[in-house]
Nanobody
Framework: QVQLVESGGGLVQAGGSLRLSCAASGRTFSTYPMGWFRQAPGKEREFVAA??????YYADSVKGRFTLSRENAKNTVYLQLNSLKPEDTAVYYC????????????????????WGQGTQVTVSS
């Protein structure tokens, strides 16, 4: 069974940077679609970024500031967060899809069947 564990969150000032990591254990996930979501207090979980094979997708709100990458040798996915804003404050979740699918709904949280526990990102103004 694959497990996802996020790390790298923290408190940073506006304009700062963080790098989030999502390490998978239990199975090689190099072919899985992977994504990042975030959830702020009182708000729904929202799509941040995702990739499948060599194609990467970003929410408009983070495009140009966040970068998604993966290191298959370490079974790890990274989300580099630059030029952070207070509105980026949220719990960030790593997600993966291990089971087969017909349509790639990468922005939908219910598309993914693997989730990490989340890591808090707080951006102060």
């Amino acid at each position: 069974q694959v497990q996802l564990v996020e790390s790298g969150g923290g408190l940073v000032q506006a304009g700062g940077s963080l790098r989030l990591s999502c390490a998978a254990s239990g199975r090689t996930f190099s072919t899985y679609p992977m994504g990042w979501f975030r959830q702020a207090p009182g708000k729904e979980r929202e799509f941040v970024a995702a990739f499948r094979w060599s194609t990467t997708y970003y929410a408009d709100s983070v495009k140009g500031r966040f970068t998604l990458s993966r290191e298959n040798a370490k079974n790890t996915v990274y989300l580099q967060l630059n030029s952070l804003k207070p509105e980026d404050t949220a719990v960030y979740y790593c997600a993966g899809r291990a089971s087969s699918y017909s349509t790639y709904y990468y922005t939908r949280a219910d598309f993914y069947d693997l989730w990490g526990q989340g890591t808090q990102v707080t951006v102060s103004s």
